[in-house]
């Protein structure tokens, strides 16, 4: 079935500081891609949608000039979290739609930590 | 706007037993898609079950299966034989096709517990 690789699993960084988290579809291509954060012990809250080759659309409320959201590739898109801060910890988990059918796969997630 | 409602927070059931989460969600549209979602300690959110609006019969996996009341606008999984790995969170979520992206709309969740 369809895979969606995230990277990193886990990290921590220093307030002010910027983190990357890729998510790659390793077995097909991906025109959109999903951006959710998760608090614990809550459900997932839709950041943005990632189409492939033009800009994201965030939903209201996300800073789009603090998640940068680049889908440079039909099989990757990456969130940016610039400056970061410690209440930008959270736990990140991208989404891709399944081609060819309604379906959707998620990577395995991103805890961030910023100190 | 569709909003997505699961209004168990916890369940809990005994191993080998049937439990069902319910899920009721609102909206306006025909044509929609429904799932539920488990997400074990792991975090990896897993797809249970996928249903179709525009299909009457009940979608069934193993021994997961939905009760999909279009009228009433419910969706609920039934869990047979409940076993100790299904011990998770639970996520019902809808999806309406359009140009948007085909977002899906996630509940708030039912922290599922199988105990021994």
């Known amino acids: 079935g369809a895979v969606v690789s995230q990277h990193p699993s886990r990290v921590i960084c220093k307030s002010g500081t910027s983190v990357k988290i890729e998510c790659r579809s390793l077995?097909?291509?991906?025109?959109?891609m999903f951006w959710y954060r998760q608090f614990p012990k809550q459900s997932l809250m839709l950041m943005a949608t990632?189409?492939?080759?033009?800009?994201?659309?965030?939903e209201q409320g996300v800073e789009k000039d603090k998640f940068l959201i680049n889908h440079a590739s039909l099989t990757l898109s990456t969130l940016t979290v610039t400056s970061a801060h410690p209440e930008d910890s959270s736990f990140y988990i991208c989404?891709?739609?399944?081609?060819?059918?309604?379906?959707?796969?998620f990577g395995s997630g991103t805890r961030l930590t910023v100190v | 706007a569709q909003t997505v409602t699961q209004s168990q927070p916890e369940m809990s059931v005994q191993e080998a037993e049937t439990v069902t989460l319910s899920c009721t969600y609102d909206?306006?549209?025909?044509?929609?898609?429904l799932f539920w979602y488990k997400q074990p300690p792991s975090r990896q959110m897993i797809l249970v079950i996928r249903?179709?609006?525009?299909?009457?019969q009940n979608a069934t996996e193993n021994r997961f299966s939905v009760n999909f009341q279009k009228a009433a606008k419910s969706f609920s999984l039934k869990i047979s034989d409940s076993q100790l790995g299904d011990t998770a969170m639970y996520f019902c979520?809808?999806?309406?096709?359009?140009?948007?992206?085909?977002?899906?709309?996630f509940g708030g969740g039912t922290r599922l517990m199988v105990k021994p």
């Open positions: 990632s189409n492939e080759g033009s800009k994201a659309t965030y």
């Open positions: 989404s891709a739609r399944e081609p060819a059918r309604y379906g959707y796969t």
């Open positions: 077995d097909f291509q991906a025109t959109t």
């Open positions: 249903q179709e609006a525009y299909k009457q």
């Open positions: 909206t306006s549209e025909n044509n929609y898609y």
């Open positions: 979520a809808f999806m309406k096709p359009d140009n948007a992206g085909n977002m899906l709309t």
